[in-house]
């Protein structure tokens, strides 16, 4: 059994341990989070360079007025994995998150789930593990400044994958709220990042080498407008991940090298949705393998175009599974039916039945 990591006799295998909030965020404070930011990051390229062994589908998407449900699925053969994913930017007035999450590995052999977890902090993680990871392959040598547009829930996450992947030591942010600066400066105090609020975008980009968008608005958006990116930079897009939800103007799409997850998901729910569907772009793996070139001069503008892919899910719950035994943060959950004789499952009930009239309950 590939997959059961904690080792479990095969009479608890009905038995799902399940990270809660509550675990999730004791593990990160027990991990730290920058060390768990980078342990993503390891996982991650680690599936990404074994990329071709996937199952690869575009997000299933149930689109309302003031939101997306999705479900991201993926196997690598010997585990299986889905997140259930929301995005709601109208959430916030009514004080709930933009987006929350909770998601499943399984055993590809039996079909037996081996671990549910939520995945709503560990999307923001797994999220800013995945841009760091790309920018260690694009961005100009010896980053040091990155501006930060949007400054609500990724953000922090964002600034400190940065910080520890990819050596960032300044952020310039902006916000069109100035509260979520603020709070973002306040989260972030005493982490070694020296941070400077911005009142526009445009004094928010100057000096930086690293872009990173993270904006929520359900339009086609336009936080960066072409006169603002200079030669040379990289942009770290995230906020724009949904059919009619982009953040760059058209025109630096143009100008960029744009590199994308899983091409077919990206062209419906990425910046590229504003170009041909035959537009070129680079797939991000293939960089990571060595396949395409990555930056390849200081003028170049390098643009990782991020939506968000099952296999990004897949490795942060894989690492997740992998901290279980140590930091003993979970719960079992009694999640599947486990009836003596398998074929017996009626019998099971009738059983219970028996037992609730002996005890009178
Ligand atoms: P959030 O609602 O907590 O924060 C978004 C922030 O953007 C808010 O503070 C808001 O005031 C600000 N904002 C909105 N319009 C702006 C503008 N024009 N200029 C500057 N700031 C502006 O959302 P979040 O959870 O931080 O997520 C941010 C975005 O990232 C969302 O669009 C979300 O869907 C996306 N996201 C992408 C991925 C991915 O893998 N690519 C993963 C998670 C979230």
Redesign the pocket.
């Known amino acids: 059994m590939g997959v059961d990591m904690l080792h479990k006799p095969s009479s608890e295998l009905n038995l799902v341990p399940f990270v809660s909030v509550d675990d999730m965020m004791k593990i990160v404070l027990d991990i730290g989070v920058e060390n768990m930011l980078m342990g993503i990051c390891d996982y991650l390229e680690e599936d990404f360079k074994r990329w071709e062994l996937f199952d690869k589908t575009p997000r299933v998407a149930s689109h309302s007025n003031e939101g997306v449900i999705e479900l991201m699925p993926t196997s690598d053969g010997e585990v299986y994995g889905f997140k259930y994913?929301n995005?709601h930017?109208k959430?916030?007035k009514e004080g709930l998150?933009?987006?929350t999450a909770f998601g499943v590995l399984a055993d590809v052999d039996t079909g037996y789930p081996v671990l549910l977890s939520e995945m709503t902090i560990l999307?923001?993680l797994?999220?800013a593990a995945?841009?760091a990871m790309a920018a260690k392959y694009l961005m100009p040598k010896g980053s040091k400044t990155m501006a930060m547009?949007?400054?609500?829930?990724?953000?922090e996450f964002q600034a400190l994958a940065f910080k520890s992947i990819c050596g960032i030591e300044n952020i310039r942010l902006?916000?069109?709220?100035s509260a979520?600066?603020d709070k973002c400066i306040r989260n972030l105090d005493g982490c070694g990042l020296s941070i400077v609020k911005c009142d526009s975008?445009q004094l928010a980009v100057e000096g930086a080498e690293i872009i990173t968008?993270?904006?929520?608005?359900k339009q086609y958006?336009?936080?960066l407008t072409d006169n603002m990116v200079g030669s040379g930079v990289h942009i770290n897009a995230?906020?724009?991940?949904?059919p009619g939800?982009t953040?760059l103007h058209k025109d630096i799409l143009l100008r960029s090298d744009i590199f994308v997850e899983y091409p077919p998901q990206t062209r419906i729910e990425g910046e590229i949705q504003q170009l041909e569907d035959d537009y070129p772009v680079k797939e991000l793996w293939q960089v990571m393998t060595g396949d395409v070139e990555g930056r390849t001069n200081e003028k170049q503008i390098t643009l990782f175009d991020?939506?968000?892919?099952a296999i990004?899910d897949f490795s942060a719950l894989r690492y997740l599974l992998d901290q279980l035994k140590d930091t003993g943060r979970y719960q079992d959950l009694d999640m599947v039916a486990d009836p003596d004789d398998p074929r017996d499952l009626f019998g099971m009930i009738l059983r219970e039945e028996q037992r609730q009239k002996r005890e009178g309950a």
């Open positions: 994913v995005g930017p959430n916030t998150q933009t987006v999307t923001a797994r999220t995945t841009s547009i949007g400054n609500g829930a990724q953000s902006y916000d069109t709220d979520a600066s975008e968008t993270c904006t929520a608005d958006a336009t936080i995230i906020g724009g991940d949904c939800k953040e991020g939506v968000g892919f990004e």
